[in-house]
């Protein structure tokens, strides 16, 4: 079966004044429909850069990032976007909801930009937010609730259009330990039911929770294991 996501010889590169900084160096990687996998590094190792790659927010020097059967290494910002929007679902160490709005709008917003008519919107978002466990706190606001229901509104908005691949970078960095567990339960049953994780992470602990490990350092993959 072919790979969802892959990287062939990916390879990313800044200039820091008259320094070239290299955070990705020759990148091969490949991850299949339905996997649970960690990616691990230390701050500076490159997790992050591929993390953006990935996720469509930036682009290879060199190289090749297949997403299914397209080649996105080379397309534009709006084409991007639209991969971006219909095909990943991202969740963030900050949360990144809006305090003026609902747990169900925050929800909702996101499958506004997707074209998706409001009726069909607001029963996905409803959906969604019920599975992570939320169903009495649809019309809470952010400040409203702890940092685990926060961080359980942003699963919410991820899933609820069903993408094909959903990218966690360090989504328990901001929570207590029962709060992290819990976190990282929903994250295992959304894999059970057939969801493609890739999680982001320096915690080894964390990153044990997934099916395969991937560790990172100097740009490079020192390790690729299956748990």
Do not use: W
Not at 16 to 30: E, W
Not at 49 to 78: A, E, Q
Not at 151 to 161: E, G, H, L, P, T
């Amino acid at each position: 079966m072919n790979p969802l996501i892959e990287l062939q010889d990916c390879c990313k590169t800044y200039l820091q004044g008259k320094n070239t900084v290299i955070a990705l160096d020759h990148i091969d990687l490949r991850i299949r429909q339905g996997e649970f996998v960690s990616i691990v590094g230390s701050s500076g190792s490159g997790k992050s850069t591929m993390m953006n790659i990935l996720g469509c927010l930036d682009s290879p020097t060199s190289g090749r990032y297949l997403f299914g059967s397209t080649d996105v290494s080379k397309l534009k910002d709006r084409q991007l976007s639209e991969i971006r929007n219909r095909k990943i679902g991202f969740i963030f160490q900050g949360f990144n909801l809006i305090p003026s709005l609902s747990a169900l709008e925050n929800v909702e917003l996101p499958l506004s930009y997707r074209g998706i008519p409001a009726a069909k919107r607001k029963i996905a978002a409803k959906e969604a937010l019920c599975q992570v466990g939320l169903k009495n706190r649809l019309q809470h606001r952010p400040s409203e609730m702890s940092g685990g229901q926060q961080q359980r509104v942003a699963i919410a908005r991820a899933i609820a259009a069903s993408p094909s691949i959903i990218l966690a970078d360090e989504p328990t960095g901001n929570l207590d330990s029962k709060s992290g567990t819990e976190i990282m339960q929903i994250l295992i049953d959304l894999h059970r039911e057939g969801r493609t994780i890739v999680l982001i992470t320096h915690d080894n602990q964390i990153a044990a929770k997934a099916e395969r490990i991937i560790r990172i350092s100097d740009g490079r993959i020192i390790s690729d294991m299956a748990l």
